[in-house]
T-cell receptor, first 112, second 119 residues
Framework: RKEVEQDPGPFNVPEGATVAFNCTYS??????FFWYRQDCRKEPKLLMS???SGNEDGRFTAQLNRASQYISLLIRDSKLSDSATYLC?????????????FGAGTRLFVKA | GAVVSQHPSWVICKSGTSVKIECRSL??????MFWYRQFPKQSLMLMAT?????????EQGVEKDKFLINHASLTLSTLTVTSAHPEDSSFYIC???????????????FGSGTRLTVV
């Protein structure tokens, strides 16, 4: 089983749609979680951190369920510019030594 | 915010030659730098972790003698692909923990990546 698993997609949605991505992780000791966005042939860029209480940034909502070891990202009112690959990232450890695992990414295509 | 400058952006080299990739932290000190490789449509795979003033830590399956990492200062880490072969063609990216807090809270700052093509 992969340490971080994501549905690879692709998700093809029309503009204005709501789309949700899921991510599961295997290490229950994982401490911090992020969603990154990666455009084709570009570096990943931090989209948002994921907190246990859930957090929202505009059209984006991230949630964490530690009991189920599950992270989600919800995008509302999709824009053409949201088309990208979304990476789930999980950290385990602390500043003395930590390990970061990237999911393989979920590809999103938003169409007019 | 924290910026990591990576050069070159792309490079084409002949098989058997060596290529050096540089990553500089521009407005913060990066005691740790992570080096990743990404093949098309695949995830970022951690190759090694470089630590300023000490030897790099390599992930299992990554050849230390082939991928030389040097972290000589708090703002510069380099990856040298020695005796490159076509199968080394990939997208190489460096990243450093957020400058103002441990990575556990604010994620990583990535370089812009280097696309290496070995012919």
């Amino acid at each position: 089983r992969k340490e971080v698993e994501q549905d690879p997609g692709p998700f093809n949605v029309p503009e204005g749609a709501t789309v949700a991505f899921n991510c599961t992780y295997s290490n229950s000791a994982s401490q911090s979680f992020f969603w990154y966005r990666q455009d084709c042939r570009k570096e990943p860029k931090l989209l948002m951190s994921v907190y246990s209480s859930g957090n929202e940034d505009g059209r984006f909502t991230a949630q964490l369920n530690r009991a189920s070891q599950y992270i989600s990202l919800l995008i509302r009112d999709s824009k053409l510019s949201d088309s990208a690959t979304y990476l789930c990232v999980v950290n385990t450890g602390n500043t003395g030594g930590f390990k970061t695992i990237f999911g393989a990414g979920t590809r999103l295509f938003v169409k007019a | 915010g924290a910026v990591v400058s990576q050069h070159p952006s792309w490079v084409i080299c002949k098989s058997g030659t060596s290529v050096k990739i540089e990553c500089r932290s521009l407005d913060f000190q990066a005691t740790t730098m992570f080096w990743y490789r990404q093949f098309p449509k695949q995830s970022l795979m951690l190759m090694a972790t470089s630590n300023e003033g000490s030897k790099a830590t390599y992930e299992q399956g990554v050849e230390k003698d082939k991928f030389l990492i040097n972290h000589a200062s708090l703002t510069l880490s380099t990856l040298t692909v020695t005796s490159a072969h076509p199968e080394d063609s990939s997208f190489y990216i460096c990243s450093a923990p957020g400058s103002y807090s441990p990575a556990s809270q604010f994620g990583y700052t990535f370089g812009s990546g280097t696309r290496l093509t070995v012919v």
